[in-house]
């Protein structure tokens, strides 16, 4: 007869130290059917829209409750920022937890119904008892008091200026990567925008017409 031994928690959560390692994350399903991505390294625009797009298939493969380790990325500047905008839209039966450094500002920049936990343990914990929080503060934040629809908007802005900046810095590659990570999760740019996508491919074909062709997809 065939027994099925059962896993504790505690050594599930032991196994993502060994988990396989994907493109910039590790991945791990609890025997609960919760999901955990562990981001293994900073986050820049490119790996941004990738998780962008791994965590969309997991919710429509059925994924309700998903874990992100966020904290091997740097606690304040752009990637808290990133990663914000890749939880914004999500249905309101998706929860998820992120685990950030205490004072970390993803506290305050991401949505609402996202929770955020000091450790992997306390996240799963979150997820299990149905009901997200965030660490406690001994005095409440300012994002703190903003509506969580401003909040998204908030974000969104946060990651057009990145692309301006870039762009002001000749990055025209970075900065139409912030573009596309907008438009996945805003939809169509509004006119301002779409023109100056149109002006920064241009610059960016000047910067790299002497260079091997590197094809940018999903440009219109």
Same mark, same amino acid.
């Given at each position: 007869?065939?027994?099925?031994?059962?896993?504790?928690?505690?050594?599930?959560?032991?196994?993502?130290?060994?988990?396989?390692?994907?493109?910039?994350?590790?991945?791990?399903?609890?025997?609960?059917?919760?999901?955990?991505?562990?981001?293994?390294?900073?986050?820049?625009?490119?790996?941004?829209?990738?998780?962008?797009?791994?965590?969309?298939?997991?919710?429509?493969?059925?994924?309700?409750?998903?874990?992100?380790?966020?904290?091997?990325?740097?606690?304040?500047?752009?990637?808290?920022?990133?990663?914000?905008?890749?939880?914004?839209?999500?249905?309101?039966?998706?929860?998820?937890?992120?685990?950030?450094?205490?004072?970390?500002?993803?506290? @305050?920049? #991401?949505?609402?119904?996202?929770? +955020?936990?000091?450790? =992997?343990? !306390?996240?799963? $914990?979150?997820? &299990?008892?149905?009901?997200?929080?965030?660490?406690?503060?001994?005095?409440?934040?300012?994002?703190?008091?903003?509506?969580?629809?401003?909040?998204?908007?908030?974000?969104?802005?946060?990651?057009?200026?990145?692309?301006?900046?870039?762009?002001?810095?000749?990055?025209?590659?970075?900065?139409? @990567?912030? #573009?596309?990570?907008?438009?996945? +999760?805003?939809?169509? =740019?509004? !006119?301002?925008? $779409?023109?100056? &996508?149109?002006?920064?491919?241009?610059?960016?074909?000047?910067?790299?017409?002497?260079?091997?062709?590197?094809?940018?997809?999903?440009?219109?």
């Amino acid at each position: 007869m065939t027994r099925s031994a059962s896993i504790s928690p505690g050594r599930e959560l032991a196994k993502l130290a060994t988990a396989g390692i994907g493109v910039g994350w590790r991945s791990h399903t609890f025997q609960d059917g919760v999901r955990s991505l562990t981001l293994v390294g900073p986050l820049d625009v490119a790996l941004a829209g990738r998780l962008w797009t791994r965590i969309s298939e997991l919710i429509e493969r059925g994924c309700r409750r998903l874990i992100v380790d966020a904290g091997a990325i740097d606690p304040s500047g752009e990637q808290p920022g990133l990663l914000a905008a890749i939880f914004a839209g999500r249905p309101a039966s998706f929860q998820a937890v992120v685990v950030a450094p205490r004072g970390s500002a993803l506290v @305050d920049l #991401l949505p609402a119904s996202v929770g +955020v936990a000091l450790s =992997l343990s !306390d996240a799963y $914990r979150q997820l &299990r008892a149905g009901a997200v929080h965030r660490p406690g503060r001994s005095q409440p934040a300012p994002a703190g008091r903003i509506p969580a629809v401003e909040r998204h908007a908030l974000s969104i802005r946060q990651s057009l200026r990145w692309a301006e900046r870039a762009a002001r810095e000749g990055d025209y590659d970075r900065a139409l @990567d912030w #573009l596309e990570l907008v438009e996945r +999760v805003e939809g169509r =740019l509004d !006119d301002g925008w $779409r023109h100056a &996508r149109d002006v920064w491919i241009a610059a960016w074909a000047a910067q790299t017409s002497h260079a091997p062709h590197r094809p940018r997809p999903g440009r219109r």
